[in-house]
């Protein structure tokens, strides 16, 4: 189906039987690249814990990974995120070389706006329940993340960054960013975001400052969980 198929996006399941998921996902991109067709995003679901799939799944060429069950509240921010995207850039018509967002993909208008992320809030807890399904469970969750993954996730893109590895912080901040979609900490998401999506674009000039933004955003971040969990 996916060759005969232009699908506009593909969603699948990481334990498929008879292949997995990773597996799909690389027949996929080496057909696609063997006929010379752009990449269809890939999006998979999984069972198990998304941290521990998401490496394997990036690394298969799949765009994004999440955890089941999926809720309608994310599948409506995938669905924003690879559709409508991609229909809105290909109905905007392009006005000699410029392009309505000169930044990038996943970037705002401006370079200022890069730094504008205090109309976000740093933990959305309606979101995060909506996303893992309970208050339990999200409590569960949060206590995991601050006394493993992100302790590892910041140590981890600061020896990237001491190395001046941009490639490698940009990977680690796309991992951050899936963790942060997932438990409801929008500001950190967007930290996330902005620093990958500009690493990606080629572009350099804020590269540090993005830097500097991402590692208070975390530090606030933290806090606020703390504090979110001290109370419940």
Known sequence: MAKAVDFALILTDIGLPGISGYEFTRCVREWEASHGKAPVPIVGLTAHAKLNAEEDSINAGM???????????????ILTKYLNSAESKAAEPLVGNEHPNTLGLDLPQTE?????LDEFPILDIPMAISSIGN??????????MMSDEILKDIKTIEKAHADNDWAAV????????????????????????YLERYQKAGHNKLLEPLYQQLITVVSDTQSHIKQWLSQH
């Open 63 to 77: 765009n994004d990974v999440f955890s089941k069950p999926i809720t309608l509240n994310l599948m409506q921010a």
């Open 112 to 116: 200022e706006e890069l730094f504008l």
């Open 135 to 144: 208050e339990n469970m999200l409590r569960e969750i949060l206590q995991l």
């Open 170 to 193: 940009e990977k680690l901040a796309h991992k951050m960013k899936g963790e942060a979609v997932y438990i409801g900490t929008v500001k950190m998401k967007y930290a996330c975001q």
